[in-house]
């Protein structure tokens, strides 16, 4: 991880894996009306820098390092797995997701600077902040 570079822009996340959602059963997702931690379990800051993008505290191990050939795009977007009932009924609370090359990570959903109450995020502008690095 490059840490000498100065980021171009950073904030809180919460994540989870394509395949952490597909293994919730119902008492999480009723949890997750309440509050959306309880499917997204991996939370820290999300770091774009000039020559990466970091999740920090991703796992146990430290944080996750992608570049921009690790992935294949950046969108927002209701899946089958997170569908427009538990994001909330504004189009703002739709996850970023990315997708990899890598078989074992798979796609990444993300909230962004996520307001509960408001069931907002920044995924978004981060969705434009991302495809704007990888095609830069």
Request: aromatic share 8%.
């Amino acid at each position: 991880m490059n840490t000498d570079s100065t980021p171009l822009c950073e904030a809180d996340y919460i994540a989870a894996t394509a395949d952490e959602l597909s293994r919730k059963q119902g008492a999480d997702k009723a949890a997750a009306l309440v509050s959306q931690k309880a499917l997204f379990q991996r939370r820290g800051r999300i770091v774009l820098h000039p020559d990466e993008l970091v999740l920090t505290d991703w796992s146990e191990t430290g944080a996750l390092v992608l570049t921009r050939a690790d992935i294949t795009a950046a969108e927002t977007r209701f899946t089958d797995l997170y569908g427009r009932f538990l994001g909330g009924l504004l189009n703002a609370g739709k996850p970023l997701i990315l997708s990899t090359v890598s078989p074992s990570l798979g796609d990444i959903y993300l909230l962004i600077n996520r307001r509960e109450f408001m069931e907002t995020t920044d995924d978004r502008q981060w969705e434009k902040q991302i495809n704007d690095w990888r095609n830069g």
